[in-house]
């Protein structure tokens, strides 16, 4: 064995050629391209290699003493999978070198090797080999992400979620998710999709509510080119990326009616035609949906067709709010301030307990994402030792409560009744007219109505 070198830093190529001159010369090629070279003159050997030292590529011939190249490539595989094998294949062993190929070798050429052409097979080989570790890494990071560690809840609401999470997770039965916004349906929707069998496939996210009716069937099926002003090249739309993985509909309700029959078909037949097109387009996806409206509702008013409705509702996923599990707050803190303390490189010990009791008894309007965002405000700001109740915002400092139940007598006006819900809920969710809308299941554009309303009212009295 003899070793040819570069620095520590470099792709380290491991040739196997039981012809030595051939060898040789193939590792003083690979060195004046600046690699560092390993060399072995059989496969039991350039396996005892393989096992000692950090090789990303291998470089070996097939027919040789004590192990051929196909049982090295098997061997190589099953150790490293991410390992990049080339074959050097002579004539009369191209069917080997077939072999070779249905195995996992990256390529394969033919003696007398070429080196402008090993030259540029070794510079893709390592190329596809970064992106195949790049990608692991990712998915790895992803999937520690969204565990379900991350999913901080002890209550037996939340307990009950993830049981039925995992549950569901290994089949590509559709999901919707049902909660208030802030409560954390992406991250169920991510965790779903990361502990499932489609983990290393894309997870593309539509976010309904935030395109118009006019572009969101090509956001979702793509369009051709010309198909509308502006269309000047054709589009892969939502489904398309999502093949094979998993497509996440957040806020499915504002999906208008004409684009809710196209997506009926997809969920029924998994095809359909891109926007100004003709080619049927086929997908293998799963469907996860989310919503912070009661859907079934939505059927009633005629908003939401109820054939789709049935078709996404066929695992049911009800996520509760924040004041609904108050048990979780003391968790949620201290993960928080673990998560900013890693995040900003602080080392803030802790929460005081008149802190927490006023976290405890507050009415989070916006769920999990408001006491994330309470929380990494007070410690930016302030840089606490332990998080006191100072530190937190002075609404939450000077909360004194507000009712979640608003009584009326029997006999109050109809008009009455609105107009005192509308100001309670827009007190409890401190003027926010949108939050205000959703928890009362109406528009922006009535609660700016009934505003003007009401003060009209106050300017004739």
């Given amino acids: 064995m003899e070793v040819f070198g570069a620095s520590v830093e470099t792709k380290v190529i491991l040739v196997v050629e039981d012809d030595l001159r051939v060898g040789e010369s193939l590792c003083l090629l690979l060195k004046r391209r600046g690699y560092k070279t390993l060399f072995a003159t059989n496969g039991k050997e350039a396996l005892q290699l393989f096992r000692q030292?950090?090789?990303?590529?291998?470089?070996?011939d097939l027919v040789m003493p004590k192990m051929d190249g196909i049982a090295l490539l098997e061997a190589i595989k099953n150790l490293k999978p991410e390992t990049e094998v080339i074959v050097i294949?002579?004539?009369?062993?191209?069917?080997?070198?077939?072999?070779?190929?249905?195995?996992?070798?990256?390529?394969?050429?033919?003696?007398?090797?070429n080196p402008r052409v090993i030259s540029l097979l070794v510079e893709r080989a390592l190329e596809r080999q970064t992106l195949v570790i790049q990608n692991r890494d990712l998915r790895s990071k992803l999937e520690d992400r969204f565990h379900f560690k991350n999913i901080v809840g002890?209550?037996?609401?939340?307990?009950?979620?993830?049981?039925?999470?995992?549950?569901?997770?290994?089949?590509?039965?559709?999901?919707?998710?049902?909660?208030?916004?802030?409560?954390?349906k992406?991250?169920?929707?991510?965790?779903i999709h990361y502990h499932s069998p489609r983990a290393s496939k894309p997870f593309v996210k539509v976010s309904c509510a935030s395109l118009s009716e006019g572009i969101i069937e090509s956001e979702l099926f793509g369009h051709e080119k010309g198909a509308f002003t502006g269309a000047i090249a054709s589009r892969k739309g939502r489904f398309e990326m999502a093949h094979e993985g998993t497509l996440f509909l957040d806020e499915v309700e504002d999906i208008p009616p004409s684009t809710q029959i196209k997506l009926l078909r997809v969920l029924q037949e998994g095809e359909f035609e891109r926007v100004g097109g003709n080619k049927t387009i086929k997908v293998d996806i799963r469907i996860i949906a989310a919503s912070n409206r009661d859907l079934q509702e939505e059927v009633r008013k005629g908003n939401f067709r109820e054939d789709l409705y049935y078709r996404l509702n066929v695992v049911n996923i009800k996520l509760p709010p924040l004041r609904e599990r108050k048990e979780d707050i003391p968790f949620l803190v201290n993960f928080f301030i673990e998560k900013f303390n890693q995040r900003y490189?602080?080392?803030?010990?802790?929460?005081?307990?008149?802190?927490?009791?006023?976290?405890?008894?507050?009415?989070?309007?916006?769920?999990?994402?408001?006491l994330e965002n309470t929380i990494e405000s007070a410690l930016v700001v302030n840089h606490p030792e332990v998080l006191d109740l100072p530190h937190l915002p002075q609404e939450i400092r000077e909360y004194s409560g507000v009712p979640e139940v608003v009584p009326f007598k029997i006999g109050t006006p109809l008009q009455e009744i609105e107009r005192k819900m509308l100001l309670q809920t827009l007190r409890a969710t401190k003027g926010n007219k949108r939050k205000a809308a959703k928890l009362l299941g109406i528009n922006v554009r009535t609660i700016h109505r009934k505003i003007r309303e009401i003060e009209g009212e106050r300017t004739i009295s």
């Fill in 53 to 60: 030292q950090e090789i990303n590529l291998v470089i070996t």
């Fill in 89 to 113: 294949s002579a004539q009369g062993t191209i069917e080997k070198a077939v072999q070779a190929m249905k195995l996992g070798a990256f390529d394969f050429i033919e003696k007398p090797i």
């Fill in 154 to 184: 002890k209550s037996e609401k939340m307990v009950k979620v993830f049981d039925l999470i995992r549950h569901i997770a290994p089949y590509d039965s559709s999901v919707l998710i049902i909660g208030e916004s802030g409560t954390g």
């Fill in 186 to 191: 992406e991250l169920i929707a991510n965790a």
């Fill in 345 to 370: 490189r602080m080392n803030v010990k802790g929460v005081s307990q008149r802190a927490l009791n006023r976290l405890m008894d507050y009415q989070w309007s916006g769920n999990v994402r408001e």
